[in-house]
């Protein structure tokens, strides 16, 4: 099997080929604007760098040859999409909404990147695929618009499917993290997401700014959980996943984001290239219009119903809490 990944050099693209070539025979063509991810992983990947905005060409004769496409270029961070919604809008819906266009001209199985944050400001116990409301806030929390570019791509790829017989699979990341989620540049800066700034800000001697208080519950999973629900779903022998949409999440793993920072700090006390500043770690607290700035709205919890996976896919998360936070902590302390 041949598969063709776009956006491969970041979080879940990387961590994607890795697990291929551990537990498959697939090859892989990876596309992405840098490869710093992408060195060494043999003759079974091959790597092509470039623009998505200027690639409709190659892109198009290689999903033309390959059996499944995963497009998983895309902005994700909420620092980014805050602060650059036009981006965001082009990125994650336009150049998306082309990739999907050529998936349904050459009848080529696309496996598509939703987000748990469709379900936006959804409330209940668990968020269920098929049945949970969608409810995004006022038009100008732009925080908004990468939720509804997602939710307008499952929308219509789901309309490719009923109307051009489109094979897909829409899947939804509930707060995955691991190695590799975000870089100590971004961190610098304050965008990066939740568990990396904070082992940055610990690291270099700031405060772990817990953003209106940190109350706020996420359900983390392990990015090896995630990628090997993945790698089930590429293979489905049954065809048990295609038109279906399915949360990838660990429910047993829901935690508040000052329960994160605090397990951060205690796993970072385990490693020596952390543990003065560990020990010397502090929290504060602060609105999120003053971390953020004007369009940032949170999600008190969210937290993944995982049953679907579970039947159709036979797949359930294998990493608890503490051991993925602190799989995440050692990648980091051992980077030069």
Same mark, same amino acid.
């Given at each position: 099997?041949?598969?063709?990944?776009?956006?491969?050099?970041?979080?879940?693209?990387?961590?994607?080929i890795?697990?291929?070539l551990?537990?498959?025979?697939?090859?892989?063509?990876?596309?992405?604007?840098?490869?710093d991810?992408?060195?060494?992983?043999?003759?079974?990947?091959?790597?092509?760098?470039?623009?998505?905005?200027?690639?409709?060409?190659w892109?198009e004769e290689?999903?033309?040859?390959?059996d499944?496409?995963?497009?998983?270029?895309?902005?994700?961070?909420?620092?980014?999409?805050?602060?650059?919604?036009?981006?965001?809008?082009?990125?994650?819906?336009?150049?998306?909404?082309?990739?999907?266009?050529?998936?349904?001209?050459?009848?080529?199985?696309?496996?598509?990147p939703?987000?748990?944050?469709?379900? +936006?400001?959804?409330?209940?116990?668990?968020?269920? &695929? #098929?049945?949970?409301?969608?409810?995004? !806030?006022? *038009?100008? /929390?732009?925080?908004?618009i990468?939720s509804c570019?997602?939710?307008?791509?499952?929308?219509?790829?789901t309309?490719?499917?009923?109307?051009?017989?489109?094979?897909?699979?829409?899947?939804?990341?509930?707060?995955?993290?691991?190695?590799?989620?975000?870089t100590?540049n971004?961190?610098?800066?304050?965008k990066?997401?939740?568990?990396?700034?904070?082992?940055?800000?610990?690291?270099?001697?700031?405060?772990?700014?817990?953003?209106?208080?940190?109350?706020?519950?996420?359900?983390?999973?392990?990015?090896t959980? +995630?990628?090997?629900?993945?790698?089930?779903?590429? &293979? #489905?022998r049954?065809?048990?996943?295609? !038109?279906? *949409?399915? /949360?990838?999440?660990?429910?047993?793993?829901?935690?508040?984001i000052?329960?994160?920072?605090?397990?951060?700090?205690?796993?970072?006390?385990?490693?020596?290239?952390?543990?003065?500043?560990?020990?010397?770690?502090?929290?504060?607290?602060?609105?999120?219009?003053?971390?953020?700035?004007?369009?940032?709205?949170?999600?008190?919890d969210?937290?993944?119903?995982?049953?679907?996976?579970?039947e159709?896919?036979?797949?359930?998360?294998q990493?608890?809490?503490?051991?993925?936070?602190?799989?995440?902590?050692?990648?980091?302390?051992?980077?030069?």
């Amino acid at each position: 099997m041949n598969i063709l990944i776009l956006g491969a050099n970041g979080f879940i693209g990387s961590h994607l080929i890795e697990r291929i070539l551990e537990k498959t025979d697939w090859t892989v063509t990876a596309f992405d604007l840098r490869g710093d991810n992408l060195q060494g992983l043999g003759d079974r990947v091959s790597v092509k760098l470039g623009d998505l905005y200027d690639q409709d060409d190659w892109i198009e004769e290689q999903i033309s040859r390959c059996d499944v496409v995963l497009p998983l270029a895309g902005i994700a961070k909420p620092a980014y999409y805050i602060t650059n919604p036009l981006m965001t809008f082009e990125l994650d819906f336009e150049q998306n909404l082309k990739i999907v266009r050529m998936c349904a001209k050459h009848s080529k199985r696309i496996i598509f990147p939703s987000t748990s944050e469709v379900y +936006g400001m959804s409330s209940g116990d668990t968020l269920l &695929e #098929d049945e949970s409301l969608l409810i995004q !806030g006022p *038009i100008k /929390n732009t925080r908004w618009i990468y939720s509804c570019s997602k939710q307008m791509m499952d929308r219509v790829i789901t309309a490719y499917g009923q109307e051009r017989g489109l094979p897909y699979t829409l899947f939804r990341p509930f707060n995955w993290i691991g190695p590799k989620l975000d870089t100590f540049n971004d961190a610098r800066d304050r965008k990066a997401r939740s568990i990396t700034q904070m082992i940055y800000d610990v690291s270099v001697g700031r405060p772990i700014t817990l953003v209106d208080g940190g109350i706020q519950r996420r359900s983390f999973t392990y990015v090896t959980d +995630g990628v090997d629900c993945l790698i089930s779903i590429i &293979e #489905d022998r049954k065809s048990a996943a295609n !038109g279906e *949409i399915f /949360n990838i999440g660990n429910p047993d793993s829901n935690h508040s984001i000052k329960a994160l920072a605090l397990e951060i700090v205690e796993a970072m006390k385990e490693f020596p290239a952390f543990s003065k500043s560990a020990n010397e770690a502090t929290l504060i607290e602060q609105p999120s219009q003053t971390y953020y700035g004007k369009g940032y709205e949170d999600v008190q919890d969210r937290k993944p119903s995982i049953a679907k996976a579970m039947e159709l896919l036979d797949w359930r998360p294998q990493i608890g809490f503490k051991e993925a936070v602190r799989k995440t902590v050692q990648y980091y302390a051992s980077r030069p």
